[in-house]
């Protein structure tokens, strides 16, 4: 094979990771840059060519690479434009796979993130095997990859799929990036999970060890830390977040019967202290036809390897551009 590799690109709203991948799936190397660091998206993406090539040179690949797959949040498969990046610094819609594939002379197709790290899961990870399954991320916001019969759902405009803008709160919910209010990504993100953290602390009297930071500076990982320590407020704002994902999961159960709903990202490594309360809400709330019949499974990939993965399965399909 005379390109024998892809790019794989994870744009998250902190992070955004890359790496290079060959023909049978392994990350050859990657690397990261910080997403919010530019609020110029011409300036972003000539941070992230300048990086990616030096991963591509110190790894020989210099002319090896067949094309280039991006995950991004609200990326549109069939146009290649983010048309309204929620977690993102720039203003949208972004041209993007036409501003990187310029940048980089190299073909390149663009997806959800969350579809992204669907399809490494569905390849490399946890769902291998499964046709019918629902990825979650757990990060910044929540994404969702839905897959259907082996298919990724992308409906007719290409945006299917956004669970994380479902509402889990009608009254009086919580203001989301998207707009909207009362979104499951405005609760159970890692963001989600520090403003339930900022609400216990002004709403209970209890001590915690939260109460010795800066209250606007609480992030996922200091409650997280505080919990793990035996916290009682920490450890009850993961069961108010599982439970939470639980009820929903339930919903999102009667749509499409997925045999399992696999969890990605940082928040997911809280690990039983979210899943013991998750598991018990489904078990509660679930319809009686698909009661025991939806597994929860952790991803089995590395850190944000399913998604670059994913993104990369993606730069063997990128057509050049039009002329």
Known sequence: ???????????GGTNTVFGIVDARGMVV???SIKTQKHSNIEDYINELYTETMRL?????????????????????????????????????PIPLAKLVSEKFGIPVAITNDANAAAIGEMTYGAARGLKDFIMITLGTG?????????????????????????????????LCGCGRTGCLEAYCS??????????????????????????????????????NAGDQLAKDVFEYTGTLLGETFCDFTVFSSPQAIILFGGLAK????????LRNAMDKNMMGIFKGKVRVLLSELKEADAAVLGASALGWEAKPLEA
């Open 142 to 174: 929540v994404g969702s990859g839905i897959v259907i019969n082996g298919q990724l759902v992308y409906g007719h405009d290409g945006f299917a799929g956004e669970l994380g803008h479902t509402i889990v709160k009608r009254n009086n919910g919580r």
């Open 270 to 277: 809280s690990g039983e202290m979210l899943l013991k309360p």
């Open 56 to 92: 591509v040179d110190a790894n020989d690949a210099t002319d090896k690479i067949h094309g280039i797959g991006i995950g991004a949040p609200n990326a549109n498969y069939f146009t290649g434009i983010i048309e309204d990046g929620v977690n993102l610094p720039w203003p949208t």
């Open 190 to 227: 890692a963001t989600g999970v520090a403003r339930t953290a900022r609400e216990f602390l002004e709403i209970r009297k209890d001590e915690s060890m939260l109460r010795e930071l800066p209250i606007e500076d609480i992030t996922s990982k200091d409650v997280f830390d505080a919990a």
């Open 29 to 31: 190397a990657s690397s």
């Open 1 to 11: 094979m005379s390109k024998p590799y892809v790019i794989g690109i994870d744009i």
